[in-house]
């Protein structure tokens, strides 16, 4: 894909107005009210209220005055994993007899991008992407693509997952102690991040961004890093996510450890490239995480 350049930003996240938790950190107030009237947030499951208020703050962040004409891609890891173990529970105990209409169109990963699209009146292409902890990288790839593609100028990228504790706590109340400890001890942050990009250059000079996910080995990631300083200068600033084996980057190139907590999620490429962007001094950012056999990185030119 081509470099795209950020026209705004809007937040609904850990980090944000809450600050990160050491341990699974979901956010108190999610205010939903503020943004979708009633008779569509009544519908919404968790994710999709993270999206719509991330994305509804990014529009204004952006002063996009008609957004019935961006082109969107949302990107969620997980889904509304509430709404789908609460459409199992049910199943379990009714056996099929009982199933809410309202479970079952949000228990599918593109069910967020349908409420926000008809929320805003978009009438523009959508598309939602999951590709585990690395859907932060597919977003923004396929938005990219996704402008070429139709023509557009401007879309909207929105990524976002939710994260409660007491999966952990009923994970443990059914035996599997190991895989309980091994989700708390990834410290998952929840939240959702909206970038509103296009393909010329936003009032706001937010710099620009390019990122992209490929199957290659560990070497590739050293190509990545030589690439982007010789093209970009030596004071190029290289993290990798400590979650999903992204850790094991860091010995093959030199480069900051995204710790616990957002260096984990998949929203955290983004959330720790929004935190940087606040230092005058960081102009160029590289982004590097893994998962399974998969590399994805996001560069970030000030």
């Not at 002063?63 to 509430?82: F, H, I, N, R």
């Amino acid at each position: 894909m081509s470099r795209l350049h950020v026209h705004g930003i809007g937040l609904c996240a850990m980090g944000d107005t809450e600050p990160f938790n050491e341990e699974t950190g979901r956010l108190e107030d999610v205010p939903i009210k503020d943004y979708a009237k009633p008779a569509l947030r009544r519908r919404y499951g968790r994710v999709a209220k993270l999206m719509y208020i991330a994305a509804s703050r990014a529009i204004k962040d952006a002063g996009v005055e008609d957004p019935t004409v961006l082109d969107v891609v949302a990107s969620t890891a997980m889904g509304e994993v509430k709404t789908c173990l609460d459409l199992l529970r049910q199943i379990h105990e009714t056996k099929g007899a009982l199933i809410s209409p309202s479970l079952v169109p949000n228990s599918v990963h593109n069910a967020p991008a349908g409420h926000l699209t008809i929320g805003i009146k978009d009438q523009s292409p959508a598309i939602t992407v999951s590709q585990g902890w690395l859907s932060a990288e597919a977003a923004i790839s396929t938005a990219g693509d996704l402008l070429a593609i139709s023509g557009s100028k401007i879309a909207l990228a929105v990524i976002g997952d939710e994260a409660d504790p007491a999966w952990i706590e009923r994970l443990g109340e059914l035996g599997a102690t190991d895989w309980a400890k091994e989700l708390a001890d990834e410290s998952f942050q929840e939240g959702a991040v909206a970038l509103i990009v296009g393909t010329e250059p936003g009032g706001k000079r937010l710099g620009s961004i390019e990122a992209s996910l490929e199957r290659r080995d560990n070497d590739y990631t050293r190509e990545i890093v030589e690439r982007f300083s010789e093209n970009f200068g030596d004071n190029l600033e290289v993290r990798v996510r400590a979650g999903a084996g992204g850790a094991e980057l860091s010995k093959i190139v030199d480069a900051t450890i995204d710790g616990p907590g957002v260096g984990t999620s998949q929203i955290g490429a983004i959330a720790v490239l929004l935190e940087r962007m606040k230092d005058p001094s960081c102009t160029n950012l590289l982004l590097i995480g893994r998962e399974v056999d998969e590399i994805g990185w996001l560069h970030w030119l000030r």
